[in-house]
Nanobody, 114 residues
Framework: QVQLDESGGGLVQAGGSLRLSCAVS????????LNWYRQAPGKEREFVAY????????RFADSVKDRFAISRDNAKNTAYLQMTSLKPEDTAIYYC???????WGQGTQVTVSS
């Protein structure tokens, strides 16, 4: 059974930083790409970032490009989303996901105050 556990969210002031973690179990993590998504109140879930199996390729939504970084540690079965220069519009529940699957974690809440 695939399990994804997001953590690291919290309340931060605008301009601050947070690092989210996504711990994956139940599959061979190193052979799967990974996405981060987010869902703000009243809005649809949206793509945030992607990382390839080795970490050599990353892609970002335009809204977070140059502010967020994505990485992974395959030895720890964990992916990370480093968020800097946070804005109030980054407030959302953040989820990680294995592309092509319908497996989602419970998400981690990020709240950015102005």
């Amino acid at each position: 059974q695939v399990q994804l556990d997001e953590s690291g969210g919290g309340l931060v002031q605008a301009g601050g930083s947070l690092r989210l973690s996504c711990a994956v179990s139940g599959l061979r993590f190193s052979i799967y790409d990974l996405n981060w998504y987010r869902q703000a109140p009243g809005k649809e879930r949206e793509f945030v970032a992607y990382i390839s199996t080795s970490g050599g390729t990353a892609r970002f939504a335009d809204s977070v490009k140059d502010r967020f970084a994505i990485s992974r540690d395959n030895a720890k079965n964990t992916a990370y989303l480093q968020m800097t220069s946070l804005k109030p519009e980054d407030t959302a529940i953040y989820y990680c996901n294995i592309p092509g699957t319908n497996d989602w974690g419970q998400g981690t809440q990020v709240t950015v105050s102005s």
